[in-house]
């Protein structure tokens, strides 16, 4: 199921333009329109659920599909050799903007530390 004013599920629908790098029948993985790393693709599922703690506890085959797509969108990418982040951003405090669930799939150059400042 989809809602309405979630800018994923509004991509998912094509209504809102993006570049498309792997599609299966449950995700979708699409390209960030503001990277943070020379590759930044959004892997989505294209049943809308909130968050990745949601969507594990509703639809744990889906969340392995989410897995498997990020994935292979990264060996697409070149990036099983030299490694990846793949990052869920959960929450308010987890720092996630859109709430949808995706994972960001970042490489292609080192990626520094895993936090900006310490948490001392």
């Known amino acids: 199921m989809s809602t309405p004013d979630c800018l994923f599920c509004r991509i998912v ?9 792997r599609e299966t029948p449950t995700t979708l993985a699409f390209r960030d329109i503001d990277p943070k790393a020379p590759v930044h693709v959004l892997v989505v ?6 968050d990745v703690a949601t969507l594990g506890q509703g639809d744990p085959a889906l969340a392995g599909e989410l ?3 990020a994935a292979a969108v990264a060996g697409d990418e070149g990036l099983l050799g030299d490694g990846f982040r793949l990052m869920f951003n959960t929450g308010g405090y987890g720092g996630q903007e859109v709430f949808h669930v995706h994972a960001h799939l970042l490489g292609g150059a080192p990626l520094g530390p895993m936090l900006a400042r310490s948490m001392a």
């Open 45 to 50: 599922t294209k049943e809308h659920y909130a």
């Open 13 to 21: 629908a094509g209504e809102i333009p993006a570049t498309v790098v």
């Open 67 to 69: 897995l498997a797509t």
